[in-house]
């Protein structure tokens, strides 16, 4: 325990030092204008960083999968739905656009209600066993991405090239006026999750042995479940989706901390993922002259990582 205190105190002080040279280095123009959106755009990363971390560790206890992660159960997907189907029907004038608050809210509110429809329809009587839940999830994921792919093609140029800047994450562009907004859901999430670590420890040990030692397996599975939808739809919300941010930040935990406790492995993770969004976004903004963003960096390394845990299962296997 005391060698993963010292490696989390390791990983305050490199994200402590990104902070730093995020919120501080070659500030140009006025120091009172620029300071204070370097800020906002920290704590959105922070915040979403948090989000991305806790949902993926927890959503991969439940299954039992280090390969999995909630995009997989097509949320991510429902956002880009929900995004196209207002400037398909509505165009980017309309008051679901120009508001940022209702388009927030009608954002998490589709992509909590498709989790929970989803859920509610498998969980059913307890007779699907949860590849089934995932494999659903899955299906259904490619199948919204193929419907919007459908209406982006037909749609307006003008409006598809307006769509396209709410697709794909930003955090120079942060919504700052739901920073706050966002930050006091997540916070109520926290403190639920905070509650429940110490039953995720019991349920990485499985089913049954997490049955024997008095925990509700499944009705556990269905919060765990819905918990991980809105921090993923809270964060999505904000900043737009980051695919493999939580593939990556979350194995990279397991590999670091080799623990079971989700309460190093949460906090781990979460460093990782403040230190991979806020560093990541300083190289963007002073190595590659915004040339690049920081979710097009995120996604090609997790997409290379993913591939290689993928070789490295199938090694495993055979």
Do not use: W
């Not at 992660?69 to 207002?86: A, C, E, L």
């Not at 090239?161 to 916070?187: C, D, H, P």
Request: glycine share 6%.
């Amino acid at each position: 325990m005391r060698k993963n205190s010292t490696k989390l105190i390791i990983l305050s002080v490199i994200a402590l030092i990104c902070m730093l040279l995020f919120a501080l280095y070659d500030i140009q123009g006025g120091f009172s204008y620029a300071f204070p959106k370097r800020l906002e755009r920290m704590f959105a990363m922070i915040i979403t960083g948090t989000a991305i971390a806790y949902a993926t560790v927890a959503f991969q206890t439940v299954t039992h999968n280090r390969l999995l992660t909630p995009s997989v159960m097509g949320i991510d997907s429902m956002y880009n739905i929900v995004q196209t189907i207002i400037y398909f029907a509505l165009g980017s004038s309309s008051i679901f656009v120009v508001s940022r608050y209702l388009n927030f809210g009608v954002s998490i509110i589709a992509m909590v209600l498709f989790a929970l429809i989803l859920y509610r329809f498998l969980f059913r009587a307890d007779k699907y066993p949860i590849f089934l839940l995932l494999l659903a999830g899955m299906i259904i994921g490619t199948l919204l991405g193929s419907l919007v792919t459908f209406m982006q093609v037909i749609i307006d140029p003008v409006e598809y090239e307006s769509l396209q800047a709410r697709l794909f994450a930003s955090f120079m562009n942060v919504k700052t006026e739901l920073l706050f907004l966002s930050a006091g859901i997540l916070v109520l999430a926290f403190l639920y999750g905070t509650r429940i670590l110490h039953k995720l420890d019991v349920m990485a040990l499985g089913r049954d042995n997490a049955m024997n030692l008095g925990i509700d397996y499944d009705k556990m599975v269905l919060r765990i479940l819905i918990l991980s939808s809105i921090l993923i739809a809270v964060s999505t919300a904000l900043v737009g989706p980051i695919t493999f941010l939580g593939l990556i930040v979350s194995n990279l935990a397991y590999q670091y901390f080799a623990t079971y406790k989700h309460s190093v492995l949460i906090i781990g993770a979460s460093l990782i993922s403040i230190i991979a969004l806020v560093g990541g976004q300083f190289l963007v903004l002073h190595v590659f002259n915004l040339t690049t963003t920081i979710s097009v960096i995120i996604n090609f390394i997790g997409g290379l990582y993913f591939i290689y845990l993928l070789l490295k299962e199938s090694r495993k296997a055979a």
